[in-house]
């Protein structure tokens, strides 16, 4: 039944899906359709049950179809599904959000971390009246133009990572650096310094794998964009409500002048958000020359789900998921040892990747060195035994607050298993 799925949806959707990843191809296989999913769980149209460490690419931290999310959108779909309109509800979310991300002293909200990531540099553009932007490569902020330069995630496991259809004169201004390289980062800034509007980091990257930052190299983005007077965005798309209660940058300590968020404040509905110092974000209409829009943006399902998740996830809530990482952690790398196999494992609270290196990963040049070829019959192994991971060498697996030690330990059990049989099949 799934090949008859894919093959159909072949027929109307292109590539069979809806976003690049989802298509399978760099794991040598057709994809799975999923049919419905609870708690640690997806299953299949055939009926075969997962455990899901993708977890909708993040926004699951308590699970699927965890009863409170479910609720509040029964509730929100009695009262109309679009208003274009504003609703209190909006208001209360961007409370819940103040309150844990203080630098966000104003809030916008949007549809998509795409969105929100592309209107913060042109607010950023604005407030500088400077044109050229810093990212890093190997991040992906979205399908934003001038950003696809060196992105990593879906782009980067197609082997593509440029897009056609991006004209040359949408990525002059963009400037692509080597992520963890504080050193090149300064010498760019003392060169050009007084021409950049803007630097966008990952303050943990996900995009090419989890890679931890260097401590110092995100010291050196604050102080380097302080002295330049450039603004500096943390992309937390990822990383917000999910490595700490404040995001990356109340693990760190370093605040950023603007943070863009989605994924958990959306509780698994499409959201994003963009914020930060008051005298920046004001300069967005209707009170600045900034435009910025969207019909959708603040939808009451997307809020409703939000902030159900939101007041679910409390302060202890993150020893939790640092607990179970961490025990997921230790078991990969036990049976890595055991099966004699060079692996790394990289984490930051409930988010890792298993990397084929012998090595620690810290850029996205020692990411493109790791073994692909292994770690796609490592994924096909682990799938065949019923644990469902990125189909990509270079993205994030997630935790819930679904995945008990019990279940952890069959997914350590199965891991282990697939180790076995890949190094068998060498």
């Avoid at 009926?47 to 460490?53: M, P």
């Avoid at 879906?154 to 897009?163: H, I, K, Q, Y």
Wanted: charged content about 20%.
């Amino acid at each position: 039944m799934m090949k008859n799925c894919y093959s159909e949806a072949c027929e109307y959707l292109v590539g069979g899906v809806n976003s690049p990843v989802r298509a399978f191809r760099a794991m040598g296989r057709e994809p799975i359709f999923v049919a419905r999913a609870k708690g640690p769980y997806v299953w299949d149209t055939e009926s075969r049950r997962y455990i899901d460490l993708i977890g909708s690419w993040g926004p699951m931290i308590l699970g699927h179809a965890h009863p409170k999310i479910t609720q509040a959108l029964r509730k929100a779909a009695e009262k109309g599904t679009s208003y274009g309109l504003p609703t209190w509800k909006e208001v209360e979310l961007a409370q819940e959000i103040r309150r844990r991300f203080p630098s966000m002293e104003r809030i916008r909200m949007t549809s998509s971390g795409t969105e929100a990531t592309m209107s913060a540099i042109r607010l950023a553009r604005g407030f500088t009246k400077r044109e050229r932007i810093i990212k890093f490569e190997g991040s992906y902020h979205g399908h934003v133009d001038s950003l696809l330069v060196r992105a990593g995630s879906g782009a980067a496991t197609l082997g593509t990572p440029d897009s056609a259809g991006v004209p040359p004169s949408f990525v002059a201004t963009t400037l692509s650096l080597p992520y963890n390289n504080a050193e090149a980062f300064k010498k760019v800034m003392n060169e050009q310094g007084e021409t950049i509007a803007v630097v966008i980091v990952e303050p943990v990257a996900g995009n090419m794998g989890v890679i931890p930052p260097f401590l110092e190299f995100l010291k050196i983005l604050r102080t380097e964009t302080e002295r330049h007077k450039t603004l500096l965005i943390f992309d937390e798309v990822m990383t917000g409500f999910r490595v700490a209660w404040g995001g990356a940058q109340e693990l760190f300590g370093i605040q950023p002048d603007l943070t863009c968020l989605g994924k958990i404040v959306g509780g698994g509905l499409p959201v994003g958000a963009f914020g930060g110092r008051k005298e920046i974000m004001e300069l967005l209409a209707p009170l600045g020359p900034v435009y910025q829009a969207g019909t959708l943006s603040g939808n009451p399902l997307a809020v409703a789900a939000g902030l159900a998740t939101l007041q679910e996830l409390r302060r202890p809530t993150y020893k939790i998921l640092e607990k179970r990482g961490a025990f997921l952690q230790k078991g990969i790398e036990k049976k890595a040892q055991e099966a004699g196999i060079p692996v790394i494992c990289q984490r930051v609270g409930s988010m890792l990747t298993v990397f084929f290196s012998e090595k620690p990963i810290h850029n996205y040049e020692e990411v493109q060195q790791t073994e692909t070829q292994r770690f796609a019959r490592f994924f096909n192994a682990l799938l065949d035994r019923g644990v469902l991971i990125p189909p990509s060498a270079f993205e994030a697996w997630f935790l819930s607050l679904a995945h008990t030690e019990s279940i952890l330990k069959n997914v350590v059990e199965a891991i282990g298993e697939s180790f076995q049989e890949i190094t068998q099949n060498l």
